[in-house]
């Protein structure tokens, strides 16, 4: 159907709707054959199909308008079906709907018989299962399109093999791989499209590296470059990086300003991962203005347009935004509840991490794999070439062959030791803390129930010990995460030294520790406990803070008092701690059952709940 024609039906249909039932039948049945014997041609088609391509993320209305139109078209060529279907993917996609659009594309890939269009059909589904926290998936694909990439020769198809490849090199931290990648996008761009993209990457790994200038060349050249073909989509991811930027400098007027100028065109845009992302930092910018009630909305609103059952960055910000909120405003039962999905937002989130960096280890333990073992079947077949090409010479075969033989039985031996090597070093990895060293938080979980079980079992008492470090967060705000790091290595490699084989350790918040005691009464404990307090105290910890030392509060507490339940055990040693903490820190406290009744502790539901400073 031409656009010409196109209003004239739509005219046509609403007379329809507004006369009587009878009147409206034989109208819309006019319409129908009016609009059958208007059916696009196939050259309207390919344009139709061509533009909704270009623009899908530029305009977005008018993309979906015209996918309605082609949706209604009559049966298309197969081309055009798989064209169709790849765009009705990515509107999924677009929309948040990644359980739906990552089967579509994977039906494209399947059914398609271009090859061009399997490929970005390919990309776009790395994208898709990225956002999903498809990790391990999206990472084998890309090392697909990667490998297939000197065998396309269309430019779009590149650029986007190109971008996926930047976007997820940037969310491992492999920065200088994706600033690569961006510019051979920038390069490859066929229309503009590729340049926007690449420079809001590279906005987004300096930023990530700490390298960014809001006000810089690399914003400037990023947003100029959306602006020429209308790309609001990366335009504003490349823009609220830079009002980021401005909130980490406390220039919160100038990252209001920058994002209120463009709040309502990220709106129109539909796009739930950028708008949620936008609310969060004008929620900040108006927190750090001391606007309470623009904080407020614009925070329930990033919650609410939230990627459903995902804890992004931007909903972990939300809910500790209304804790900090709720808790000023004096709203205790507020504050809590919404504490408590702070915690559980920033656990999902914090394992989310983990699992992406490990998945991105395993696909290039995968990738290495595959090599030695793409190399071990060359070489047997070069042994094979040369039994056919040396028969005259038994003799000489022979002793090549076993020799070659035993050279490929070792390289499989070095391959499978290797193997296990990594293995062995990728569980350690999973178990250890990656800035202390001592267990983190799943595995100490892991060693107090078996150890608490075994307790139990042999009517053995054990003790718990939890302590956080005082005023950690001004540590980090006056003197830099650096500083912040090497205080918490610090202290984690001083409690050591003072532990035994059966004193369990680990880092189970961002500076929060725990220590379970085999075999231990609460007296010893509370003994240990001091120890390790004046330990802190007197060591090397503070020499990033002008000598100013380093303290922690302790909460102690026994299975005598509190049984042998894990999360019950550490959430009366968080009361303890609490009680340490609202004392006047730096000491040791022991619980008792009055702290229960007066604050309910977050281990009662979730065990090692971050505590803030």
């Known amino acids: ?37 208007l059916a696009l041609q196939p050259d309207e088609v390919d344009r139709l199909l061509a533009q909704a391509d270009t623009i ?34 990515w509107r999924r996609g677009y929309a948040g709907e990644y359980d739906v659009a990552i089967p579509m594309y994977q039906e494209v890939i399947k059914n398609s018989g271009d090859a061009t269009l399997q490929f970005r059909a390919t990309a776009s589904m790395v994208n898709a299962l990225v956002i999903a926290r498809r990790y391990h998936e999206a990472f084998t694909y890309l090392d697909l399109l990667v490998e297939r990439l000197p065998t396309i020769e269309d430019r779009i198809a590149r650029s986007q093999a190109y971008h996926m490849a930047a976007y997820l090199n940037n969310q491992v931290g492999q920065y200088e791989l994706a600033e690569d990648f961006s510019e051979k996008l920038i390069a490859e761009s066929p229309d503009g499209r590729g340049e926007c993209m690449g420079r809001q990457l590279q906005v987004e790994s300096l930023y990530k590296q700490k390298r960014l200038n809001p006000n810089g060349e690399e914003v400037r050249r990023a947003l100029q470059a959306c602006a020429r073909i209308n790309e609001v989509v990366f335009g504003n991811f490349a823009r609220q990086f830079a009002a980021r930027e401005l909130l980490d400098r406390q220039q919160f007027r100038e990252a209001a ?84 999905k702070y915690a ?201 803070l002008d000598d100013r030392p380093v303290t922690a509060s302790f909460g102690v507490t026994s299975t005598t008092k509190a049984g042998y339940e894990l999360h019950h055990l550490l959430a009366c040693a968080d009361a303890a701690l609490y009680k340490a903490k609202r004392e006047g820190r730096d000491r040791v406290a022991r619980y008792d059952a009055t702290l229960m009744t007066a604050r309910r502790s977050p281990y009662d539901i979730t065990p090692g709940t971050a505590r803030g400073t």
Request: aromatic letters at 8%; charged letters at 20%.
């Open 1 to 37: 159907m031409s656009p010409d024609t196109t209003p004239l039906l739509c005219v046509i249909q609403a007379v329809g709707r507004r006369l009587q039932p009878a009147g409206r039948l034989i109208v819309l049945a006019l319409a129908a054959l009016f609009g059958s014997a």
């Open 344 to 544: 559980e937002a920033d656990r999902r989130n914090f394992d989310d991490v983990s699992a992406r960096s490990l998945a991105y280890q395993m696909a290039r333990h995968q990738s290495i794999a595959n090599k030695l073992q793409i190399d071990a079947l060359n070489k047997q077949n070069q042994v094979l070439q040369l039994q056919q090409d040396l028969g005259a010479k038994a003799a000489e075969t022979s002793r090549l062959y076993i020799g070659m033989l035993v050279a490929g039985l070792l390289l499989v031996f070095l391959w499978a030791f290797y193997t296990k090597r990594r293995q062995l070093h990728f569980r350690t990895l999973s178990q250890r803390d990656g800035l202390t060293q001592i267990a983190n938080r799943p595995y100490f979980l892991e060693l107090a129930q078996h150890a608490l079980d075994e307790c139990r079992r042999t009517r053995q008492e054990a003790a718990a010990i939890l302590f956080d470090l005082d005023h950690f967060k001004i540590i980090n705000d006056r003197c830099g995460h650096a500083a912040g790091d090497h205080v918490l290595r610090k202290v984690a490699a001083v409690c050591s030294t003072y532990l035994q084989a059966n004193q369990y350790f680990g880092r189970i918040g961002g500076e929060e520790f725990a220590i379970l005691l085999v075999g231990c009464d609460e007296d010893r404990a509370v003994g240990l406990a001091e120890m390790l307090r004046n330990a802190v105290r007197a060591s090397e910890a503070g020499d990033v």
């Open 257 to 340: 300003d920058m994002i209120s100028a463009v709040y309502d065109e990220v709106q129109n845009t539909r796009y739930p991962h950028l708008i949620s992302q936008v609310d969060v930092v004008m929620a900040q910018a108006y927190w750090g203005l001391r606007d309470l009630a623009q904080a407020r909305m614009y925070a329930l609103r990033a919650v609410e347009r939230r990627v459903p059952s995902q804890a992004t960055e931007p909903t972990v910000a939300a809910y500790f935004l209304l804790y900090k909120i709720a808790q000023e405003q004096g709203d205790a039962r507020a504050a809590l509840s919404y504490h408590e």
């Open 56 to 89: 899908k993320s530029s305009d977005y209305r008018e993309f979906g308008r015209i996918l309605d139109q082609l949706e209604e078209a009559a049966p298309l060529a197969r081309t055009q079906s798989s064209h169709l279907a790849y765009l009705q993917a």
